[in-house]
């Protein structure tokens, strides 16, 4: 494989679907998680080609491969993972929950780029109706499960795709690189902030002589419990600075 | 709020949808997931009428409700997120990653869990077409975007919503959180504070008639990315009208 991105061993799989609907819909969850690599065991003959509609996702149809059994579509795979809806006593499977079942495959991804030759990862997918059956998963290093509610545990095809490969793609190395947003207001910000409030309500009669520490305080603690970042502490001066003029004005 | 599940308190809100199958996904979604609260705002009439067919999502969509504008379906929610396929740059609001929003996301729906009242949080999604408009993001606390590809970063609705609640509901870190001590303001207190500031710098002058619009939302957005509690909305406001009163005695 000595793949560019370590995504490019990892194949979808959809095993006997008949509903075009839905194999448009995996197509454009394939490209937007950035997964190429489509493949169909017996698709409804009508369905796959009305799929090749979906969303900025013809490419990956058009390039998607069919074969007659899972045996054949799964042949080149180092790892093949089944997803189901089912429970763990129903299974004779080693089943993992899609967060830690994800971080597996995704480690797996990893480990496969670095090789000259290959072997991807399938993930394989039911149809509709029946999921995958026995057959299909005798095929399976193990299965993953998408924790669903178990009074409604299946999922649309199409969605149960975009969730798994959302698992299989975040990932928390990179997304901790995320830039910071803003800096947030500095003391002397808030400070500067507090006082001019305080002039400003002090014109407007708010207050009160007797009071005044403890409204200084009350002011200065209520701009503290405030996310303030640095632009909007911009903004909370100069608002204040105009009401503060146009409050002197009419004196 | 009170609630028997912290999921109770999510509320998942589709800002003019107009595909029946998307609404219907989003609500067989929510039912897998075990979210139970749809709120749709202006949605396309026919769309919303053949929606009613979702596989086991009958209920959540007959329990759906309806509202005219963005403001009142969010009007008793403590926490605004908003879902986006754009990049940072583009926008002007907080920017988080699903990973870490929907674990704020988890976070905070554990504590509202806790309080004897009040406060939802709100899970905007925009039309299929154009996404939230401003207008829309400005009643939001902040935003969250899917990692998906730059070059196809636009999910299919009811994919989105699938992948965003996948996110929130896997974390059992969430219900370790102990309760906060005081309620947050709610998008009405908020929206209250945001009209009487809005008075407050019109009588001013600080809000000029050729650039309304924007400061509007430019007022909203600061309000909405301040940390507030239900007491300090109070203050301010108190704090609000009585600047306005003198504004207004001085004319």
């Not at 560019?4 to 490209?31: C, E, Q, T, Y």
């Not at 947003?181 to 500095?186: D, F």
């Not at 006082?195 to 007797?210: F, I, M, N, S, W």
């Amino acid at each position: 494989m000595g793949a560019a991105h370590a995504l490019d061993a990892l194949k979808v799989v959809l095993v006997a679907p008949r509903n075009p609907l839905n194999i448009g819909a995996a197509a454009r969850a394939m490209s937007n998680f950035g997964v190429f690599e489509l493949r169909l065991v017996n698709p409804y003959k009508v369905a796959f080609q009305e799929a090749r509609s979906a969303v900025k996702a013809h490419q990956i149809l058009e390039n998607a491969k069919e074969f007659a059994s899972v045996a054949e579509a799964v042949a080149d795979c180092a790892l093949v993972v089944g997803t189901t809806s089912l429970g763990p006593r129903a299974l004779e499977h080693p089943l993992r929950r899609l967060e830690f079942g994800g971080k597996a495959i995704a480690r797996k991804l990893a480990a496969l780029q670095g090789q000259a030759t290959g072997g991807g990862v399938a993930l394989l997918f039911g149809s509709e109706k029946f999921g995958l059956s026995n057959e299909d998963m005798s095929h399976c290093h193990w299965l993953m499960r998408i924790p669903t509610r178990e009074v409604h545990g299946s999922m649309n095809l199409g969605q149960a795709v975009a969730v798994c490969l959302y698992e299989i793609v975040r990932n928390p190395a990179a997304a901790k690189v995320a830039p910071e947003a803003k800096r947030e207001a500095t003391a002397e910000e808030r400070e500067r902030i507090a006082a001019r409030l305080e002039e400003v309500l002090d014109r407007a009669g708010y207050v009160h002589t007797r009071t005044e520490g403890s409204t200084r305080m009350k002011i200065r603690r209520l701009i503290y419990r405030m996310r303030l970042n640095a632009h909007d502490a911009e903004v909370w001066l100069g608002m204040l600075r105009q009401i503060l003029w146009k409050l002197d004005s009419r004196q």
